[in-house]
């Protein structure tokens, strides 16, 4: 099918087999979407007066600047959540699809996996998204303020 125009306006209820799965009945414009408005656009302009490619270019590369910035902005938090291997954090559940109710989870980062290109944190054995992440904890923090002890320390006690 593809987008269609009626009475002047973009329809984008469109369900194309190769739209991703996450864009379907959104808002968000993707870059096939783009495309498409772009190819209806001079389908429908008016031959006797054509619409100047300029003005096409400069959308183009508007588009591209964005979608480069937000791939940047992908790399930067997949980049983050590399470096939490071997931290203690607390993570949100539900924080990022805005739950009102969300669960607290506490533990340490085992490992960092890439689920459709996005940063999973695994705790416990248990994927949390990195987007719920809602704080680093300290090690010495964890064991002496939070313990109450000398679980941080490296000296060993004395046997009595």
């Known amino acids: ?4 125009v009626e009475n002047g306006k973009v329809d984008t209820n469109y369900t194309d087999t ?5 864009t379907k009945g959104t808002s968000e414009l993707g870059k096939d979407a783009f495309l498409q408005l772009l190819v ?3 389908q429908h302009q008016d031959p006797l ?8 270019v ?10 480069a910035l937000q791939n940047l902005s992908t790399n930067t938090n ?3 959540a590399l470096s939490l ?3 203690n954090v607390i993570i949100e559940v539900g924080k990022s699809e805005g739950l009102s109710e969300t ?19 695994a705790i416990n054995e248990e994927l949390y998204n990195f987007e719920d992440l809602d704080c680093v904890i300290d090690d010495y923090y964890l064991g002496n303020v939070i313990g109450g002890g000398n679980s941080g320390s490296t000296e060993e006690t004395p046997e009595e």
């Open 49 to 56: 007066s054509p619409q100047d490619n300029s003005e096409f």
């Open 78 to 80: 997949n980049t983050q």
């Open 18 to 22: 190769y739209q991703k799965e996450d």
């Open 40 to 42: 209806t656009q001079l």
């Open 103 to 121: 669960t607290t989870v506490a533990g340490y980062v085992d490992y960092v996996q890439m689920v459709d290109g996005k940063a999973k944190l």
């Open 58 to 67: 400069a959308q183009l590369a508007q588009f591209s600047s964005l979608e």
């Open 1 to 4: 099918m593809g987008l269609t």
């Open 85 to 87: 291997v071997g931290k």
